[in-house]
Nanobody, 123 residues
């Protein structure tokens, strides 16, 4: 099992920045992909960004490309999401996720999830 704990959410004005962190523990050696999804009230959980835990490729949703950066610190078993130029439509609960075998944008195939952290962007 892998445990994921997010931190770093909060309230920020439009145009501001936040950095989310996700600390992984447990069977971290089994992780193949880690990523971020978000879910706004009344909406589905949407893909934001992902990366291979032992690779260099990163992938982003079109809505965040150029504004968000996903990165990792393997030594600390921590995933990050740097969010710049935030917009009110970025308001959502952000979830960290991991998979042992899958690398894609479908939330259904990720088997580990954090509890989520709220990001609110005011206009």
């Amino acid at each position: 099992q892998v445990q994921l704990v997010e931190s770093g959410g909060g309230l920020v004005q439009a145009g501001g920045s936040l950095r989310l962190s996700c600390a992984a523990s447990g069977r971290t050696f089994s992780i193949y992909t880690m990523g971020w999804f978000r879910q706004a009230p009344g909406k589905e959980r949407d893909f934001v960004a992902r990366l291979r835990w032992n690779g260099s490729s990163t992938y982003y949703a079109d809505s965040v490309k150029g504004r968000f950066t996903i990165s990792r610190d393997n030594a600390k078993n921590t995933l990050y999401l740097q969010m710049n130029s935030l917009k009110p439509e970025d308001t959502a609960v952000y979830y960290c996720t991991a998979s042992d075998t899958y690398s894609g944008s479908n939330a259904a195939y990720y088997n580990y999830w954090g509890q989520g952290t709220q990001v609110t962007v005011s206009s």
